[in-house]
């Protein structure tokens, strides 16, 4: 993808709100306290370059980040160890009130496969050392990728702690498949919102993504991984409606302004391109998908006989549902995601998606119902990706997503026929904190028998997917928390999966006893 001026489009283009020059800094613009309470982050990271993040916030919780209406100079240092005694680059940037004084400093000219740390200072203060990691190229066979695949956390139903045992895990990479931030706690109480009023304006939505930037294991954890991030439906506003635009445009500022991502093409005032491809040399190609910004609209079917079945969220589908045109991604999404996956050269063929992509059928009064916010209530888009998924002349297809707060491991995702295309596996992650509330998840236990393609289905318990991926065999173990309201909780191995390459489906290999493994002490670490 191309890299642009991320200042110029998201000042100019982004909120249209025009910004007046603004006075060089002096040492005595720069508050006295601790400019760093956010952390510091990488992300977007390929085999030659990365995306080092942060922003200056000495009181996170207030609109500006208590920070004065001028630009301040701030230093970055890029180092090979993590004493930062082998500097190999270090530059200085402008954080400015236009993007919340965040800074986005895109590194190129990396080596590939390599660890790297940083931090950044201010005339008087000194982040936290992070810890970066590029890809491997393409010159080669990695000889095996381990990542994490997250979703879904709710500051109000608890503690990030996932996060802290997924740092044990020593993933290369964690991809974040949305809801990072959520607009409202649906009644739960554990931990407070700023306000419980949705995030509407540019402010709002500033002062939601820094207080789950406070989370201490998620602050840590971004120190130490590359992200990857996309959005879901809470991070902002679900379809492509000039009626939602304002809205729209201040959610995806402020998400651009607390996340380590590269530069994005101009979409629009109110839209991003945030779509990636994530190559891990010749061993794994992963499309990383935006399945909310870009789609047509979700409430086609407005006649429900059923409002309280699911929350409303699970109906027939009607006819409109069914147009040949009908796209969940929108066009040149969708171009770029049939490219990549025609055209991969990797040992697996990945997509990776918010919202879950196979089909799963509600029997209710003799009529079969569908999730509206999943790819069911977009069946043409779903049936050109598996055609392009039948191009593929090599690569084994996986399929993760997240967005439904439960685990899930699915054959055959996209009944591919097994005589001449290898069927699709899906793996769907439960969420970090956010529950799954008894009429989302009851429906889908008592339709279990009308959809044998679903193997697995753990609807209780919060949590996260490690994938350990080499040439011949990837390997899906859901990673479940005790108890997400104990910040000490123990995480436990719900079950684990192993997909062959090259065979069907997969095999169901492991199940740990709950609460015997992974009890840690955070204390000192997260203080």
């Known amino acids: 993808m191309s890299r642009v001026n991320r200042r110029d489009f998201l000042r100019n283009a982004i909120l249209g709100l025009g910004s007046a020059p603004l006075a060089g800094a002096l040492a005595a613009d720069m508050p006295s306290s601790n400019p760093f309470t956010l952390g510091i982050a990488s992300g977007d990271v390929t085999s030659n370059s990365a ?104 500051y109000t139903h608890g503690y990030f702690i996932a996060y802290a045992h ?92 607390h996340m380590p991502v590269s530069g994005y093409r101009l979409a629009g005032q109110h839209a991003i391109d945030m779509h990636r491809r994530i190559q891990f040399g010749e061993l794994l190609t992963i499309s990383l998908l ?22 409303g969220n699970y109906r027939e589908r009607c006819k409109e549902v069914f147009a040949e045109d009908r796209t969940m991604l929108g066009a040149v999404q969708e171009q770029w995601l049939a490219d990549n996956l025609i055209h991969n050269e990797a040992a697996w063929n990945v997509i990776a998606s918010a919202s879950p992509v196979s089909s799963f059928e509600y029997h209710l ?28 002349r090599i690569g084994h297809p996986v399929i993760l997503s997240g967005d439904l707060h439960s685990f899930w491991a699915i054959r055959d995702a996209l009944c591919m026929q097994q005589d001449k295309h290898l069927p699709v596996t899906e793996f769907v992650t439960s969420s970090i904190t956010a529950n799954w509330p008894e009429p989302l998840a009851r429906p889908v236990t008592d339709n279990l028998p009308h959809n044998p393609h679903v193997a697995f289905y753990a609807p209780d318990k919060r949590g996260y997917l490690l994938h350990e991926v080499n040439q011949t065999t990837w390997k899906t173990t859901a ?20 997909v062959e390459n090259g065979k069907p489906g997969f095999t169901r290999i492991y199940q740990d006893v709950p609460g015997v493994q992974g009890s840690t002490d955070f204390s000192n670490l997260y203080a």
């Open 365 to 392: 009064d003799g009529k079969k119902l569908h999730y509206t916010g999943a790819w069911d209530f977009y069946p043409a888009n779903r049936q050109r990706i598996k055609q392009a998924l039948s191009q593929a």
């Open 290 to 311: 935006d399945p909310r910004q870009f789609r047509d609209q979700k409430n086609l079917c407005p006649d429900n006989p059923y409002p309280e079945y699911g929350f």
């Open 479 to 498: 990673r479940a928390i005790q108890d997400v309201r104990d910040r000490h909780s123990p995480a436990f191995n719900l079950a684990s999966f192993l």
């Open 166 to 257: 997924i740092l044990a895990e020593r993933p290369d990479f964690i991809i974040h498949l949305g809801d990072y931030i959520y607009d409202t706690a649906y009644g739960e109480t554990f931990r407070q919102h700023d306000s419980e009023q949705p995030p509407v304006t540019l402010a709002d939505f500033r002062r939601r993504h820094a207080l789950y930037k406070t989370d201490p294991y998620l602050k840590h954890a971004h120190a130490q991984l590359p992200f990857f991030v996309t959005i879901d439906n809470h991070d902002a506003v679900e379809d492509n409606h000039p009626d939602t635009f304002k809205r729209r445009t201040a959610a995806y500022q402020a998400w651009y302004e």
């Open 51 to 154: 995306v080092l993040w942060t922003r200056l916030a000495p009181q996170p919780l207030r609109a500006d980040g208590g920070m004065p209406a001028v630009n301040i100079p701030i230093s970055w240092e890029l180092s090979l160890d993590a004493n930062m005694s082998r500097i190999v680059r270090r530059g200085e940037a402008q954080a400015g009130p236009a993007l919340a004084h965040s800074v986005h400093i895109e590194l190129e000219d990396l080596t590939p496969d390599r660890a790297y740390w940083y931090r950044f200072a201010t005339a008087k203060h000194l982040s936290p050392t992070g810890r970066t990691k590029t890809l491997p190229g393409m010159d080669g066979l990695p000889r095996a990728a381990r990542f994490i695949t997250a979703s879904c956390q709710n």
